[in-house]
């Protein structure tokens, strides 16, 4: 049996008792534009921190899609601003976060609000990013089955009004273990199922040594990430608890691992290497994305 069609929810009574909403970090509005008829047939939406992983992706997958006209030609959306750039291709919308959950939190809020204010329904999320491996071969992709905090925790806090709310950051588990199975038809794609700590800092925040501050010890690194692994963190990222807390059903963190921090601290992985890397979870959402449109089978 096909699930009931889902449409996009936004948790907040005042919003229809606005006349006009302006999406001021993407330049949109509904007042200035019509959005169901831009956005209304997206199905998925690929998130991810640089605006050139973004773009390439979306030139990627309307090759992927074999869609019509010329992939290099893909429009920014939100050329109006420099926050954020936005491409669509077909159903696929594929936007940047930049870095943190600050930054990513505030493009999340406009884009719910923009599938709302679009009628679009049914819409899969997915985070594409890079990562630090706790205890993962370089390369290796890890589909996050929760997001925890600094303690492990499958929880964001947000602070609001003065005061600490907790949101829980459980992830779609069917959406997880599906994209684990796509894995496997995939060559090259060494893909694990594992949590994903979220912190608030690349450098003593990640338990990294090579920071402009550091205030512990070497062997307190490892203690950290021994407990981490313990856990079942298999890698540390920056925005995966807000992201799962603020989209959660049909939604999916992928990142790839560029080092084990267990190894060290610093990425001396050669560019063309890192590039390769990063398109790996891009090729198992196009994949995913394929699949669901019953493109392949
Ligand atoms: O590769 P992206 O998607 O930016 O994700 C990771 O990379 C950044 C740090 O280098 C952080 O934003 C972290 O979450
Ligand atoms: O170690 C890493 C690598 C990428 N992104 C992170 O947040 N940490």
Redesign the pocket.
């Known amino acids: 049996t096909t699930p009931p069609e889902q449409q996009v929810q936004v948790k907040n009574p005042h919003l229809d008792t606005m006349e006009e909403d302006i999406l001021y970090h993407f330049s949109l509005g509904t007042k200035t534009h019509n959005l169901p008829e831009m956005f209304g047939d997206i199905k998925f939406v690929c998130v991810?921190?640089?605006a050139n992983r973004m773009r390439a992706f979306a030139q990627f997958i309307h090759q992927e899609l074999q869609l019509p006209g010329n992939s290099e030609e893909i429009r920014d959306i939100c050329e109006g601003t420099d926050r954020y750039c936005m491409y669509k291709v077909g159903p696929v919308l594929s936007i940047s976060h930049g870095?943190?959950v600050p930054s990513i939190s505030i493009m999340l809020h406009e884009l719910i609000k923009l599938l709302h204010h679009a009628h679009c329904r049914d819409v899969v999320l997915f985070r594409i990013?890079?990562?630090g491996g706790v205890g993962l071969a370089p390369g290796t992709v890890v589909i996050s089955s929760k997001a925890v905090d600094h303690s492990f925790h499958p929880q964001f806090e947000q602070v609001v009004l003065g005061k600490v709310i907790t949101r829980s950051t459980e992830l779609d588990e069917g959406l997880a273990n599906e994209l684990l199975q796509y894995s496997t038809e995939l060559q090259d794609l060494p893909t694990v199922i594992g949590n994903t700590m979220c912190t608030h800092d690349?450098y003593e925040g990640q338990g990294r040594l090579d920071g402009a501050l550091c205030s512990f010890s070497p062997e307190e690194k490892l203690e950290y990430l021994r407990k981490a692994h313990e856990a079942g963190v298999r890698n540390i990222?920056?925005?995966s608890t807000v992201f799962a807390a603020m989209c959660r059903v049909c939604a999916a963190v992928i990142?790839v691992t560029l080092l084990n921090r267990f190894e060290g601290d610093q990425i001396t992985t050669p560019h063309d290497v890192l590039v390769e890397y990063q398109q790996r979870p891009q090729v198992l959402v196009s994949h995913f994305i394929k699949k669901r449109l019953g493109l392949i089978i």
């Open positions: 991810g921190g640089s870095m943190g990013g890079t990562s690349f990222e920056m925005e990142c």
